[in-house]
Structure formats: C-alpha cells, structure tokens
C-alpha cells in the first residue's frame, strides 16, 4: 500500500535586496541606516503582505537559510 505524506510543501520565494533598499530609501530620506534586520523587516512588510497574499505562516531566512 501506498503511504501518503502528512504534508506538501510549497514554497514561493521573493528576494528583497537589502543594499538596494537601503540606496533607494537614502535618496528620499537622507542617510537611514537601519540598525538591525528588524528595521529592514519593518520597511518591507508592506510588500511582502502584497506579494504573499497577506503576513500569517511566513518564514522570513537570510541568504543562507537562517531563519530571522
């Protein structure tokens, strides 16, 4: 018999170029400089609740694979 996995994963990634947003941020606010991944979280959620679909059972990782 053929046994069936208790889960499916699914997983979309979008990758938010932190340097990137730090640039385009210091040219309409002059020299932010998030102190932590935190403040960068804080700036981006917007976007990620658009490109997911809303914030509930996301994991957010670093660029290698650390959960934040």
């Known amino acids: 018999m053929n046994t069936l996995p208790e889960r499916i994963n699914v997983i979309k990634t979008?990758?938010?170029h932190v340097?990137?947003?730090?640039q385009d941020l210091n040219q309409d606010n002059?020299?932010?400089?998030?102190?932590?991944?935190?403040d960068v979280l804080e700036f981006i959620l917007e976007w990620v609740a658009e490109d997911f679909g809303g914030l509930s059972n996301l994991i957010f990782q670093d660029e290698n694979g650390n959960e934040l």
């Open 30 to 38: 002059a020299e932010w400089i998030p102190q932590d991944v935190d």
């Open 19 to 22: 340097p990137s947003i730090i």
């Open 14 to 16: 979008v990758t938010y």
